[in-house]
């Protein structure tokens, strides 16, 4: 079985600028969940999806946002970039929460 | 909110030594989860457990859920498992997974 996508690897935005990253999980999979990880914070969970449906959502504000489609596939959209926001962005994916979780090798977003 | 520590912050030992990994929460949950990060970034699942004990292979953890603690133990400790450690909470009122620092172990041949 294939393990979770993420795409891309590497992305180097301005302050200011949107991005868009993608997330594919284990087949059968219908949970995707999404992370934040930086030096000073550590992980911290942005949000969760199910079914196509946001389940769960970190104390994060609303310029973070997702969607999944009905393929399971789950994109993560941050708008108005900040320094701040430069991170390793992890998806994980499950069969449903409180299950064991997958990870992807994460997105690595510099914003400069 | 659930407070998840781990104890120590760093860890660095000799190959062979017996290891542990100390993780406490604040409040109940429904299960706790053992990771597993090398450099680079990638994340491994190691266990989910909710209560008792699980082994897989060298590594053991333990919940005891009266005390709200967990134990990573690493026998036989090998320089491939030189990663942080890192434990998260599921349940106990908060959204999604609530994360501990992190534990960065050093295993030195």
């Known amino acids: 079985k294939a393990g979770v996508t993420q795409t891309p690897r590497y992305l180097i935005k301005t302050r200011g600028q949107q991005v868009t990253l993608s997330c594919s999980p284990i087949?059968?999979?219908?949970?995707v969940s999404w992370y934040q990880q930086t030096p000073g914070q550590g992980l911290q969970f942005l949000f969760e999806y199910f079914s196509e449906t946001q389940r769960n959502k970190g104390n994060f504000p609303g310029r973070f946002s997702g969607r999944q489609f009905s393929n399971s596939r789950s994109e993560m959209n941050v708008s108005t970039l900040e320094l701040g926001d430069s991170a390793l962005y992890l998806c994980a994916s499950s069969s449903g929460t409180n299950y064991e979780q997958y990870f992807g090798p994460g997105t690595r977003l510099t914003v400069t | 909110k659930n407070e998840v520590e781990q104890s120590p912050q760093n860890l660095t030992a000799q190959e062979g030594e017996f290891i542990t990994i100390n993780c406490s929460y604040s409040?109940?949950?429904?299960?706790l989860h053992w990771l597993q990060q090398h450099p680079g970034g990638g994340i491994v699942s190691l266990f989910m457990?909710?209560?008792g004990k699980k082994k897989h292979g060298r590594l053991i953890a333990t919940i005891n859920i009266q005390e709200k603690h967990s134990s990573l133990h690493i026998t036989a400790s090998h320089p491939r498992d030189s990663a942080v450690y890192i434990c998260?909470?599921?349940?106990?009122?908060?959204?999604?997974?609530?994360f501990g620092k992190g534990t960065h172990l050093i295993i030195q041949p």
């Open positions: 457990l909710s209560s």
């Open positions: 087949s059968g999979h219908r949970s």
């Open positions: 998260a909470a599921s349940g106990g009122g908060a959204d999604g997974l609530t």
């Open positions: 409040v109940g949950i429904s299960a």
